[in-house]
């Protein structure tokens, strides 16, 4: 069975940092592409990352409202997917969801018409004062 | 970035009904949209891939549709575990957006 499971999240002060861990489970990580998503309390969804796996250089893309403050990255070894996030603000708090890509092509920095098709359950980060 | 405009945002229906949910892109996305069911507190569940391809064990009361700009989502008979909300998510280039979201509601 599939199973992706986050944890890391909490409370956070404006300004400070966060690491979200989703420990990947029952399918070969390692072949796969992964995202980060979230959802504000009350509001839609929202991509925030992905990353390519080795066999695509293992790069990645963000949200225009997360890039440079926000880092996705890839532990193969132990099928570990995390979001390093920093200069956390208010408006960062959401639940955060992470989910495998199937499917799907790349070419060249371009990866599309993949699907999302196991999340985890979601890890709330709030960030307030 | 690739717009996504679902409609209605809100829709009550009974069950039994026939529900169509619409979602429409700001450019051409070819057949690279895909359909997630959301119930409260939980994960989204993704329902339809590249337009029209049944995910493996969504009931077949699900169907999709579309390509280019146009996509549509149906339920052909409502049942009580259908009341959720719907989003639809193109994948045909980063930012992988999202459309606001349909609220489907018992009447």
């Known amino acids: 069975e599939v199973q992706l499971v986050e944890s890391g999240g909490g409370l956070v002060q404006p300004g400070q940092s966060l690491r979200l861990p989703c420990a990947a489970s029952g399918f070969t990580f390692r072949g796969y592409a992964m995202n980060w998503f979230r959802q504000a309390p009350g509001k839609g969804l929202e991509w925030v990352a992905f990353?390519?796996?080795?066999?695509?250089?293992?790069?990645?893309d963000y949200a225009a409202s997360v890039r440079g403050r926000f880092t996705i990255s890839r532990d193969d070894s132990n099928s570990i997917l995390y979001l390093e996030m920093s200069s956390l603000q208010a408006e960062d708090t959401a639940v955060y969801y992470c989910?495998?890509?199937?499917?799907?092509?790349?070419?060249?920095?371009?990866?599309?018409?993949?699907?999302?098709?196991?999340w985890g359950q979601g890890a709330l980060v709030t960030v307030s004062s | 970035d690739i717009q996504m405009t679902q409609s209605p945002s809100s829709l009550s229906a009974s069950v039994g009904d026939r529900v169509t949910i619409a979602c429409r892109a700001g450019q051409s996305i070819s057949n690279y949209l895909n359909w997630y069911q959301q119930k409260p507190g939980k994960a989204p569940k993704l329902l339809i891939y590249t337009a029209s391809n049944l995910e493996s064990g969504v009931p077949s009361r699900f169907s999709g549709s579309g390509s280019g700009t146009d996509f549509t989502l149906t339920i052909s008979s409502l049942q009580p575990e259908d009341f959720a909300a719907y989003y639809c998510q193109q994948s045909y280039n980063a930012p992988f957006t999202f459309g606001q979201g349909t609220r489907l509601d018992i009447k």
């Open positions: 989910s495998r890509v199937k499917g799907g092509y790349c070419s060249g920095d371009r990866c599309y018409g993949g699907w999302f098709d196991a």
């Open positions: 990353i390519r796996n080795r066999d695509h250089g293992g790069t990645a």
